[in-house]
């Protein structure tokens, strides 16, 4: 493998310049991208209710509908890995405020559709496609945006910030969407683009450190391109204790995707209205929103491996209790409970595994794993959506908690996991 040697030496790499050691509230490039990606989250959280609407208003079919979605996250699987390579080799900046622009010109074809009374389904298919391939690269290059600006000992603190943002998104987000469409079926693209605009300007004024000059790496250049774009992927997986880790987050994804969908399942089967079943699923983002403060003492207290397992463990325990008669609004407890944990595992995956990636190939690594996480998650929710077509909704949950107690019981049995130790740089306190 040509990139062995490179990979074994990660502990080495050269990492860019140090960003200003400042309080993390005070640190105005940090503060700018995170407000910029509140709009961007929020603005993406709105379209997401929006679009199924308006392609179910244009065609009256729900299969277009859900296969809007379907587009959105096969482009986003296939431009996964180009992205990684793509942040790696430029200014991730000048990427960030290439996707917003993408993003904010997409959004803003709707709204002139709309204006013209031209909204058609073709239009729509191919929105989702390009929004779907810009994702990856935005997600990518925004977080490796996050640890130029950011000196490591506040990586903790920046990330659980993000956490904050994704989960208020996720939680204001749907609600806003459905009052926006309500108002009229342009609103909340309206509302979106101005979002993925405010976004971008907000990004231009993010300063980042200059990056330290990189050396050409001939060999490197003359490797097939799928051979250069996997290279990330490959430092992780000739580590076990990091293809463990990956492999056992990635476990954890494809069996939690599919939940909200089977308590969805569950709870139509037992009568809820419409109302009770959307405020039982907002369980699980409140539970994220929570956990965010969970997050520097979980990961004070226990080892990452350890913590990783504690975290596994309870979400099989919980995903199991789902098919347990305990009234109507167990469920929603039980999703509170699992979303507690889902910020600490998310930054723990970030510090603990992309953190042991030189700079160089991390763009890589991000974006593979994504990919990887991506591709099991739409994986678990086709195998339970078919699970659900002929078994109930408890015998589901049960099959997606062995499922992931089989994959506990891996890692459990796994050394390198359960001795992994955090980066000496890692800072276990927020400040």
């Not at 993406?44 to 996250?73: C, D, M, N, R």
């Not at 907000?202 to 990056?211: D, I, Q, S, W, Y």
């Not at 994804?253 to 399942?265: F, Q, S, W």
């Not at 890589?364 to 994986?379: D, E, K, Y």
Request: glycine letters at 10%.
């Amino acid at each position: 493998m040509s990139s062995g040697s490179a990979d074994s030496r990660h502990d080495t790499a050269p990492e860019r310049p140090a960003a200003p050691d400042v309080p993390l509230r005070r640190n105005r490039g940090f503060q700018l991208l995170w407000t910029g990606s509140v709009f961007a989250f929020l603005g993406k959280e709105i379209a997401e209710l929006a679009y199924p609407l308006v392609v179910l208003a244009v065609t009256g079919s729900p299969g277009w509908a859900g296969a809007f979605g379907g587009v959105q996250i096969l482009a986003a699987l296939l431009c996964g890995v180009p992205a990684g390579e793509l942040a790696d080799r430029y200014d991730r900046r000048r990427l960030l405020l290439c996707v917003e622009a993408i993003r904010v010109l997409a959004t803003g074809s709707v709204v002139a559709a709309f204006l013209l009374d031209a909204v058609s389904l073709p239009h729509l298919l191919v929105v989702a496609v390009v929004v779907g391939a810009a994702q990856p690269l935005g997600g990518s290059t925004r977080m490796l945006l996050v640890r130029s600006l950011v000196p490591p000992r506040q990586l903790t603190a920046a990330l659980t910030q993000e956490e904050v943002r994704s989960h208020a998104a996720a939680l204001s987000g749907p609600p806003l969407g459905g009052t926006l469409y309500a108002v009229a079926q342009v609103v909340p693209f309206v509302v979106t683009a101005c979002s993925f605009a405010a976004s971008l300007v907000l990004t231009l004024f993010v300063r980042p450190p200059v990056e330290a000059p990189r050396a050409p790496i001939r060999t490197a250049d003359k490797e097939p391109p799928l051979a250069r774009m996997t290279v990330g992927l490959r430092a992780l997986w000739g580590r076990p204790a990091l293809r463990t880790g990956m492999l056992f987050a990635a476990a954890m994804n494809t069996v939690t995707a599919p939940v909200i969908l089977t308590v969805v399942v569950q709870l139509r089967e037992q009568g809820l209205s419409s109302t009770a079943i959307g405020f039982t699923t907002m369980g699980l983002a409140v539970g994220g929103l929570a956990g965010t403060v969970l997050v520097a003492p979980l990961h004070r207290l226990l080892a990452p491996g350890v913590l990783m397992l504690w975290l596994g463990g309870t979400a099989f325990v919980l995903i199991g209790s789902l098919a347990a008669p305990w009234g109507r609004w167990w469920p929603a407890l039980a999703l509170f409970l699992l979303g507690l944990g889902g910020p600490s595992m998310r930054v723990l995956v970030d510090i603990l595994i992309f953190r042991q990636v030189p700079d160089e190939q991390r763009g890589r690594a991000i974006a593979a794993c994504m990919t990887v996480f991506g591709a099991g998650a739409s994986l678990g929710v086709f195998a339970a959506g078919q699970l659900l077509e002929h078994a109930s909704a408890a015998v589901t949950v049960l099959v997606l908690a062995a499922v992931l107690a089989a994959a506990w019981c891996a890692g459990l049995f796994t050394r390198g996991l359960r001795t992994a130790r955090w980066p000496e740089e890692q800072e276990t306190q927020v400040k």
